[in-house]
């Protein structure tokens, strides 16, 4: 079993509802990561999904376009990715990471030779936008084959079909997005979440997490209460980006805010 | 003994030509693309569709375009005899409207009542806003911010006919950006919202779909030149940012085996220069916009900045379909720097009293290169993709006049 599956086996158990903060690897600058990966997880984060540079976001909003290009001008890449995931399981072996990103880099370095980087790196889960499951069959083989999951998305429009399909394919958790839009779309609507995830219940037994929109602790408590994993990205991002010379205050402020987030999960009525 | 076809039949019915084409793109669009494929099969057999699409094309467009034996310049080249296709006579001036009519005519029967474009040197914004304001549907048109600036007539152009245009400042600022942009706006607002994209590239069925409208340029070449001179053509030459316009050409001849292809992408400063776009020339295969092609990339996968003279060469990726005929050797793709682009715009303009666009202008001075190099005897058809009216600002501030 993967780490992944096995975390989220455990959370059933409790009634633990996971917290899954996103961050950009390298942004503000490469040195920033790894201490706020592991001040993530003080603060409460039960798996990290950490961004993947490139040029092209297409699936991103203007906050993670700009997280990104400040990652690129510091030459941030996939390979120094994984090092940034080396470098934080020399002390946290047990938090899952998942890497989130666009095909491209990840055919750049060739799927085999990422499987096993990814592997040796400590990586646990892989989501690429634009790779659903016409087209992620190579990939997800060969990260399988090394007990990493290939994460797939659902959207508000995904049909019943679409999440059979993606029971079938899928491992570790799917990630629900839950508006039709980019990421810190402003439009999120939970009681529409909550009609979808009906369907999805109905159709899969694998966790489900949601993300996109998702901005405070009030959110974070009802979507919490909807789905197995709250994600949490643009909201952080933007304290990275409202404090661009001062890096420290915006670790506090994420710290914040996740503690924020965690306490309101944790503290369903 | 069964007798077997080698007839050229591609994509297959997962959109793939090879390892190219597909379908690389967010969840939230694959039920869009899944309403699009089924629409595409369903009218693209359909009577009544093909003949209101004619209909357009005769009437509206100004179909068939005349393929024009260039007569003064063939001689003073004094080689092949060069005919242009010229896609520059059509309405809107350019290749562009063959493609937005088609795919506005099943957007119409698709009931989609608002419609996105990305825009390189505005020809396919302005075909699409053209299209838009006959059929009085909301139409918004992306373009990158430095396109905006050196094809402001066509902004014009495109503000008149009623669209938005909206300047994108992300990235690049040009046609990569642009198309990244619409994709945003077409997943933000995909239940009423038909995306036209404008070159053969892009999620199946896009390659596919731009490829069946274009093709009329090479079906209509193919009847012009046996009437004309009474064979096929030896050569076909087209320049290439995306490839809708070589496609639309080289298609209908692919299993025409002695028919020689050649694309002609932008070398801009010079393919040593590394300033380029020239992905077929001196890229690699990767994955960008939907899917699988021939891009211009780094060893990180990031893509690299593009330059070309012609903002509609501009782009760092190619239609899908044009990387598959480069593998299997069907096409033969060349580069030509902005400076003999130059050459042969100038070329044209006063030896046949014609304006070619810069796009259009990459395959003119390929062909004249080529030309010299042919027999008398020999047909050379060049895609006139469109008319040079939109880079008067360009060329003035080349040769240092105010206009």
């Known amino acids: ?269 | 003994m069964t007798e077997t076809t080698n007839s050229y039949n591609m994509p297959d019915e997962r959109g793939h030509f090879g390892p190219y084409g597909g379908l690389f793109i967010a969840e939230t669009l694959i039920p869009a693309v899944e309403e699009l494929e089924a629409a595409y099969k369903k009218y693209m057999v359909d009577a009544e569709f093909l003949a209101e699409l004619d209909k357009d094309l005769q009437h509206y467009v100004g179909r068939p375009s005349p393929l024009y034996h260039a007569e003064r310049w063939s001689r003073e080249l004094g080689g092949a005899q060069i005919y242009l296709k010229r896609e520059d006579l059509n309405h809107t001036g350019a290749h562009k409207i063959n493609n937005t009519i088609g795919q506005i005519l099943l957007a119409k029967r698709m009931g989609k009542t608002r419609i996105i474009a990305e825009t390189g040197a505005g020809q396919h914004g302005v075909a699409t806003a053209t299209v838009c304001a006959r059929l009085g549907l909301e139409c918004v048109v992306y373009m990158g911010a430095v396109d905006v600036a050196r094809q402001i007539q066509n902004v014009y152009r495109m503000e008149l006919l009623g669209a938005r245009v909206v300047s994108v400042t992300s990235g690049s600022k040009t046609l990569k950006d642009a198309l990244n942009e619409a994709i945003r706006d077409w997943v933000t607002n995909v239940d009423n919202t038909f995306y036209i994209i404008g070159t053969a590239a892009g999620p199946a069925p896009y390659p596919a779909m731009v490829r069946d409208f274009q093709s009329i340029i090479g079906r209509e070449a193919k009847q012009q030149c046996l009437t004309q001179a009474g064979k096929l053509p030896d050569v076909l030459i087209a320049c290439i940012g995306g490839g809708s316009n070589a496609i639309g050409l080289f298609h209908p001849f692919i299993d025409d085996a002695d028919v020689k292809m050649i694309g002609v992408e932008a070398a801009g400063d010079g393919i040593e220069s590394g300033r380029h776009s020239a992905p077929l020339c001196a890229g690699r295969p990767g994955v960008l916009h939907g899917n699988r092609t021939y891009l211009m990339a780094d060893d990180d996968g990031e893509i690299i900045a593009t330059h070309s003279i012609s903002a509609g060469l501009d782009y760092p990726g190619v239609g899908p379909e044009h990387s598959w005929l480069k593998d299997i050797g069907r096409a033969q793709y060349v580069s030509i720097t902005d400076k003999e682009a130059l050459e042969g715009f100038y070329a044209l303009t006063r030896m046949e009293g014609i304006i070619p666009a810069l796009e259009s202008s990459h395959a003119l001075a390929y062909a004249m290169k080529l030309a010299p190099t042919m027999q008398s005897d020999e047909i050379l058809i060049v895609n006139l993709s469109g008319r040079g009216d939109k880079d008067m600002q360009t060329i003035a501030n080349h040769e240092g006049v105010q206009i």
């Open chain 1, 1 to 269: 079993m993967s780490r992944l599956a096995t975390k989220f086996a455990e959370f059933k158990q409790s009634g633990h509802k996971a917290l899954i903060p996103f961050i950009t690897a390298g942004d503000p600058n490469p040195e920033f990561t790894v201490p706020m990966m592991h001040a993530m997880v003080e603060a409460g984060a039960d798996i990290i999904e950490l961004g993947v540079p490139f040029s092209d976001p297409m699936a991103d909003g203007p906050v993670i376009q700009r997280a990104s290009e400040r990652a690129l001008e510091h030459k941030m890449s996939l390979r120094r990715t994984l090092e940034i995931v080396s470098e934080f399981r020399t002390n946290n072996q047990t938090t899952p990471v998942v890497l989130m990103g666009y095909a491209n880099p990840v055919e750049a370095m060739g799927y085999e030779s990422f499987a096993l980087a990814a592997k040796n790196a400590g990586v646990d889960g892989v989501l690429t936008v634009d790779l659903p499951p016409e087209e992620a069959e190579e990939c997800a083989a060969l990260l399988n084959s090394y007990n990493i999951d290939q994460i797939f998305l659902l959207a508000p429009n995904s049909s019943t079909n679409r999440i059979k399909k993606m029971d079938s394919v899928g491992s570790g958790f799917l990630y629900y997005v839950s508006v039709k839009g980019i990421t810190g779309a402003g439009n999120l609507d939970t009681s529409d979440v909550q009609r979808k995830l009906i369907d999805i219940r109905a159709n899969t037994q694998l966790p489900v997490g949601i993300g996109f929109g998702i901005k405070d602790a009030e959110t974070a408590k009802i979507i919490a209460g909807l789905g197995d994993a709250v994600v949490v990205g643009s909201a952080l991002i933007s304290k990275i980006e409202a404090n661009l010379t001062a890096p420290e205050v915006a670790k506090q402020d994420i710290i914040e805010l996740l503690k924020s987030m965690r306490f309101a999960m944790d503290n369903q009525d």
